[in-house]
């Protein structure tokens, strides 16, 4: 059963467990994620030019 009280008293108890992170971790962070957007990207785009080596070559 949905509780709205509790959800929401749920949500700012965890709120104000958080800490915010420094810089350094947000770098990193930053970093991984970046480096995944270019991983996958970098995937598509070998499966994309292949495709088209394939299908006018």
Known sequence: MFHPKQTLKNMANTIKI???SDKEDYMQHMRL???GIGGVGSIGFII???F???TFG
Do not use: C, P, Y
Request: avoid cysteine.
């Open 48 to 50: 994309q030019f292949v």
């Open 18 to 20: 958080t800490k915010k």
């Open 33 to 35: 994620v970046l480096l």
């Open 52 to 54: 088209s080596v394939i």
